[in-house]
C-alpha cells in the first residue's frame, strides 16, 4: 500500500493523564517480546548502535508521552531524519570504550584521547535546518565548549603529537571536572541514535506519521489501522472521541 494508503491521523488536545497500559494488553499486541511473541513491535524500531540508544528506545516504549507539544517535537525529529542524509557514525563500541575509559584509573595513552576527540566531533555537527529539539540539543554541545575547561581541548584534536602534558590534562577534564558534561554528550548521542533508528525503520516498512492537532477537541482518528504482524491484514478505521471512547476488540485477529 502506498504511504496515503497506511496514512493515518491522530487528534490529540493537551491530553493531562497519564498513559496507562497493563501487562496482559502488551503482551496481546506483541509491543515487547515475550514467551508468547517471537516478534515484537519493539523490535521492528529497534536498529539502535548503542548500547544507551535502546536503553532510550525502551524508556519511550514504556512511557509514552501525552502532551501534544512533546509529541509534535519528536515527531519533528523523526521526520527530519527520514528526509536528510544525516547518517550517525557511532557504534557500540566506541561509545562502551569511552563509557568504560570514563570509570578507568588514569591512563595517559593516546587511544582514550582518540577515542573521546572523534566523539566529540561527531557530537558537534551542525543540523542548520534542524527542527528546535535538535538544535536544542545543538546548543547544549556548543555551551559545553564555551566553559572555560574545555577551551584547551580543541587545538588539541587536530595536533599531530601529543605530550604527556597533554594526555593528562585531557584525561583529568574527562573524567573528573569535565565529567558531568562529556556524559551529557554521550546522552545526545543516545538520542541521536534513538531517532535515526525509529525514523529509517519506519521509513523501510512504509508506515506513516501522525498528524496532530490541537484545535480538533480530544479524538484519536485512525485510518487504515493494521498489525504488522498479520500477513495480509485487513485495514480498518477507528475512531475515539467524547462521545465513543470505549472499543472492544475480539477474535484472533
Not at 81 to 87: A, G, H, P
Request: include cysteine.
Amino acid at each position: 500500500p502506498s504511504p496515503e494508503e497506511r496514512a493515518f491521523l491522530v487528534y490529540f488536545f493537551d491530553f493531562k493523564m497519564s498513559f496507562d497500559v497493563d501487562t496482559q494488553t502488551l503482551n496481546d499486541l506483541g509491543i515487547f517480546q515475550n514467551a508468547y511473541n517471537r516478534n515484537s513491535v519493539f523490535n521492528l524500531f529497534d536498529n539502535t548502535k548503542t548500547i544507551g540508544g535502546k536503553e532510550k528506545l525502551e524508556d519511550i516504549f514504556n512511557r509514552p508521552l501525552t502532551s501534544a507539544s512533546l509529541i509534535k517535537e519528536r515527531l519533528e525529529v523523526i521526520d527530519y531524519f527520514q528526509n536528510s542524509t544525516f547518517q550517525l557514525t557511532a557504534d557500540k563500541r566506541s561509545c562502551d570504550f569511552i563509557e568504560f575509559y570514563l570509570k578507568k584509573p588514569y591512563q595517559n595513552q593516546i587511544r582514550p584521547f582518540a577515542k573521546i576527540t572523534r566523539f566529540i566531533q561527531m557530537a558537534m555537527y551542525n543540523h542548520e535546518s534542524a527542527p528546535a529539539l535538535l538544535k536544542n540539543l545543538h546548543t547544549s554541545i556548543l555551551k559545553t565548549f564555551e566553559e572555560e575547561n574545555f577551551h584547551f581541548v580543541k587545538p588539541l584534536i587536530n595536533k599531530k603529537k601529543l605530550t604527556i602534558i597533554d594526555l593528562a590534562k585531557a584525561d583529568h577534564l574527562f573524567r573528573h571536572t569535565g565529567y558531568t558534561r562529556i556524559k551529557g554528550l554521550l546522552d545526545i548521542i543516545y538520542q541521536l541514535d534513538l531517532y535515526v533508528a525509529v525514523a529509517l525503520s519506519g521509513k523501510a516498512m512504509g508506515f506513516s506519521l501522525p498528524i496532530i492537532k490541537e484545535d480538533e477537541g480530544t479524538s484519536l482518528v485512525v485510518k487504515d489501522l493494521f498489525h504488522p504482524f498479520i500477513n495480509n491484514p485487513v485495514c480498518n478505521d477507528i475512531e475515539f472521541n467524547h462521545h465513543k471512547n470505549v472499543c472492544f476488540v475480539t477474535g484472533t485477529n
